[in-house]
Structures are given as C-alpha cells and as structure tokens.
T-cell receptor, first 113, second 115 residues
Framework: AQTVTQSQPEMSVQEAETVTLSCTYD???????LFWYKQPPSRQMILVIR??????QNATENRFSVNFQKAAKSFSLKISDSQLGDTAMYFC??????????FGKGTRLHILP | GAGVSQSPRYKVAKRGQDVALRCDPI?????LFWYQQALGQGPEFLTY????????KSGLPSDRFFAERPEGSVSTLKIQRTQQEDSAVYLC?????????????FGPGTRLTVL
C-alpha cells in the first residue's frame, strides 16, 4: 500500500525567508503523481504544485518549487520569499492511476511578521 | 459555477440521526471524489464517481455510508445512524479529465459534528 509521510508537524519561519517542507512516500508503482496542497484556516484545499513521476525536471510555480528524488522517494517543497499569506496547513499527496489521492498528515506552517 | 461548492458548511447531528451532505462539482467535470478529514489529519479517500457511475467505494468506512450521483452532476453523501466517530470534515473534489489524472479541485468541506 502507498503511504505518505510528513515528518514535520509544525514549522515557523520569518517573513521573506525560505522554508523547505519534507515529504517521503512509499510505492511500488513506477508511474504516479505527487502534489503539494495548501489548506488555509478557511479549509479550502488549494493545489500548490504537482509533479509527474516520469518527468525528471523539478516542477516550479512562482515562489514554490519541489525537489523530487525518485530513487529516494522524496518530494520536498521549497517556498522562497515566504509571505504571511503562506500560513496554512500543507499536505503532501500521492496519486497513481487508480485516481485515489493519498495524503500525508500535514505540516502546519506559520509565517511570522 | 466558479468552483466546487458544498452544503451545508456545518452540520450538527445527534447520535443516531441520518445526515445528507451535498456536493456541486465544477460544471462539466466528469469525476467526483469524496474524502473524510478527521481533526488534525490529512483527508482520506471515501469514494469516486465518473459521471453517474460509482467506480470505487473502497474507502467508505461502513455500510452506514452511502453516496450517489444520479445525474452525473450533483452528489450526495449520506450517513445513516451517525456515530461520534463520524465527526469530521467531509471534502468533495472534482476534475474534468476522463483519464482521471487531472488536478482535483476541492470544495470548502462540510464539518460534521455528532453529539
């Protein structure tokens, strides 16, 4: 069975700093998708970034980038120039071809003014 | 509509009551998913529809949980004889891609509290 592990339950950084959220996963599949979702206190889950496993190039979306290490089954999220609006719960997630998304337990990120 | 909507946003039920939670997916989206998110946890998959067909219900925790999408648009998640352990946020998501590898867009959720 696939699992997703986020080892940092909570993190705090100063505004404008760079922060990296860790994620590891376990699967025997070779073709799958990885995601980082953001869930602010309002509870709406928002996709931050996605990565297809067959792509070697790391995905980037503005201030958000990932470090995808397929052999190590690692998928970390880097947030550059962090902003107060980045305060939220961040979930690492995995999806294979059966469409179910499997989420980690989340990392609560606080951006401090 | 502009996004996935869910109603009600909050629901309080007495133990043993039946509840119905509604999801309106993004217009035209083929696939619809239900997830359960317990307090302090990540969401867990419950069930999945492609149009009106329920293709996977392996995540439903018991036979008290039932979901339907009769016309391939709006979906209802019904929980019969609610128990305290059913207290959670129920999230609905939809995507447009028949191949189901497209991004899932989530609704705001329904917070269910069973007393």
């Amino acid at each position: 069975a696939q699992t997703v592990t986020q080892s940092q339950p909570e993190m705090s950084v100063q505004e404008a700093e760079t922060v990296t959220l860790s994620c590891t996963y376990d699967t025997s599949e070779s073709n799958y998708y990885l995601f980082w979702y953001k869930q602010p206190p309002s509870r709406q889950m928002i996709l931050v970034i996605r990565q297809e496993a067959y792509k070697q190039q790391n995905a980037t979306e503005n201030r958000f980038s990932v470090n995808f290490q397929k052999a190590a089954k690692s998928f970390s999220l880097k947030i550059s120039d962090s902003q107060l609006g980045d305060t939220a719960m961040y979930f690492c997630a995995f999806m294979n071809r059966d469409d179910k998304i499997i989420f980690g337990k989340g990392t609560r990120l606080h951006i401090l003014p | 509509g502009a996004g996935v909507s869910q109603s009600p946003r909050y629901k309080v039920a007495k133990r043993g009551q039946d509840v119905a939670l509604r999801c309106d997916p993004i217009s035209g989206h083929v696939s619809l998913f239900w997830y359960q998110q317990a307090l302090g946890q990540g969401p867990e998959f419950l069930t999945y529809f492609q149009n009106e067909a329920q293709l996977d219900k392996s995540g439903l925790p018991s036979d008290r949980f039932f979901a339907e999408r009769p016309e391939g648009s709006v979906s209802t998640l019904k929980i019969q004889r609610t128990q305290q352990e059913d207290s959670a946020v129920y999230l609905c998501a939809s995507n447009s891609n028949r191949e189901s590898t497209d991004t899932q867009y989530f609704g705001p959720g329904t917070r269910l509290t069973v007393l």
